[in-house]
């Protein structure tokens, strides 16, 4: 037992001591996180200095975003906890109503930003207990004059979300939701920003400073998360018309693919920040990936043949790394609506679906060749695999659809198996967002609640 920082002086509560100096740690009777500074006194989460000896808090080394997008997704403590921090539960939240392009859902250190697009804000909760059982309990939320896109997802930075929205950046404090509107933006006309519907913003270092990356109607926004200062690279290849899907970070190079079958990198490791716009007509793209030094995506033509493509940003070279299953023409469009999404992948390998669910795809990317399928088992009459809404974890892709969710194992002596999702409620849920990891849980965006468990 030891006393809680968010406790009186003389309250002592279940905050469980740590093995090592800056971890941080939960506290499960007040439902907050804390860690310590190097002289071990205890101290609340987002401390910036000791209450006790005075000295600077170093953050975990694990604080920034992490998970299954390490640039977008989610916050990791310092290490694994041996104890159960959150249970398993569910939690009724705003009627979400689905389209293509929702913002992801956000977990920051003890936060749960989830999109309510009816009011057009982002709602953040805590988890808290109420009679022995967890659940969620509104804490602030972010409004916004336009409503939300995926392009509305925010990036997480010093104790601040920062969103990318009409007329500038918002930023918004994770401690207390006070939000301001920076569009004072050196060498930037703020007035002329404007997120794509289907571009979110990517965090990355650029000449060693943390930066914030987007593409906007004007071109690529590249914004100094401290000094808030940018810098415009502008290209006819964010057009809204093009339909300009998530960067990528591939070593040096910021790459971004379109749905009208382009690509555009940018060097960031010189000077001059070199760019290159390349356009293959007949064809479209999806989000990007990398994986080591190479930039992966699905590739769709006109005549409904689908396949995987590599794209080397160093050559500016794009080749095929291997034939997916034909569409029918009216598929197409559907196949496009997912396009948001990068393809699937455990940094070592991508798996990609056919147009049904009922067949994995994968590509090792370290031998450069294809797999064999992976037939996935029905759960009555549904194959379910869909990639745009799956996370690998532990050699297991997690697939969350409106029949609950099916896990497919990898490697010797795995099983398959599905679950339902409906947690005690009536029915199985419609899950509208790819699930994101903290600590040993899932978490599972629906459109009536969100869902933790384990994995």
């Not at 975990?60 to 539960?89: C, I």
């Not at 382009?262 to 990936?289: C, H, M, Q, W």
């Not at 396949?307 to 080397?312: N, V």
Request: glycine letters at 8%.
């Amino acid at each position: 037992m030891n006393t809680c920082p968010y406790s009186h002086d003389s309250a002592v509560c279940s905050l469980l001591a740590s093995e090592a100096s800056g971890s941080m740690v939960y506290c499960q009777q007040c439902s907050q996180f804390a860690f310590r500074c190097a002289d071990g006194h205890w101290n609340r989460a987002f401390a910036r200095y000791c209450t006790q000896c005075s000295q600077q808090m170093e953050k975990p080394a694990q604080w920034d975003m992490a998970s299954g997008n390490p640039q977008r997704t989610a916050t990791l403590p310092q290490k694994s906890s041996h104890h159960n921090e959150f249970g398993a539960w569910v939690a009724n939240i705003p009627q979400i109503e689905t389209g293509d392009s929702l913002p992801g859902l956000l977990a920051i250190d003890g936060l749960i930003a989830v999109p309510n697009p009816g009011e057009k804000k982002l709602d953040t909760y805590k988890i808290v207990y109420d009679s022995d059982r967890k659940i969620l309990s509104l804490n602030w939320n972010i409004p916004f004059s336009e409503k939300l896109t995926y392009g509305s997802t925010p990036i997480y930075h010093g104790l601040h979300l920062y969103t990318v929205v009409s007329g500038g950046i918002q930023k918004t404090s994770v401690i207390d939701g006070k939000t301001d509107l920076i569009n004072n933006i050196n060498g930037v006309d703020a007035d002329k920003i404007k997120p794509l519907p289907q571009c979110a913003p990517m965090k990355c270092k650029i000449n060693g400073r943390e930066a914030m990356v987007a593409g906007v109607k004007q071109g690529m926004l590249l914004f100094d998360l401290a000094k808030h200062n940018g810098l415009i690279i502008s290209g006819n290849f964010f057009d809204e018309k093009n339909e300009s899907m998530s960067p990528t970070l591939c070593g040096q190079y910021i790459v971004f693919t379109s749905k009208r079958g382009g690509i555009f990198s940018l060097n960031i490791g010189t000077n001059s920040f070199k760019k290159r716009d390349l356009s293959y007509e007949n064809r479209s793209f999806s989000a990007p990936v990398s994986v080591n030094s190479t930039v992966y995506f699905e590739a769709i033509g006109n005549n409904g043949h689908r396949s995987l493509k590599r794209f080397d940003p160093n050559s500016g070279k794009l080749t095929k790394a291997m034939d997916l299953d034909h569409v029918r023409e009216h598929n197409i469009e559907n196949r496009l609506s997912l396009f948001a999404h990068p393809p699937l992948t455990d940094g070592k390998q991508l798996f990609l679906s056919d147009i049904s669910g009922q067949v994995v795809y994968t590509y090792d990317t370290e031998r450069g060749v294809s797999l064999p399928n992976k037939n996935v088992p029905k759960n009555g009459n549904q194959h379910l695999f869909a990639p745009h809404q799956s996370i690998v974890v532990n050699n297991r892709i997690y697939s969350a659809h409106s029949y609950g969710l099916t896990i497919l194992g990898f490697g010797q002596n795995s099983a398959d198996l599905h679950q339902p999702l409906a947690m005690g409620q009536p029915e199985n849920p419609k899950p509208v967002a790819r699930p994101i990891r903290y600590e040993n849980k899932l978490f599972i965006l629906c459109k009536d609640r969100l869902i933790c468990r384990d994995y």
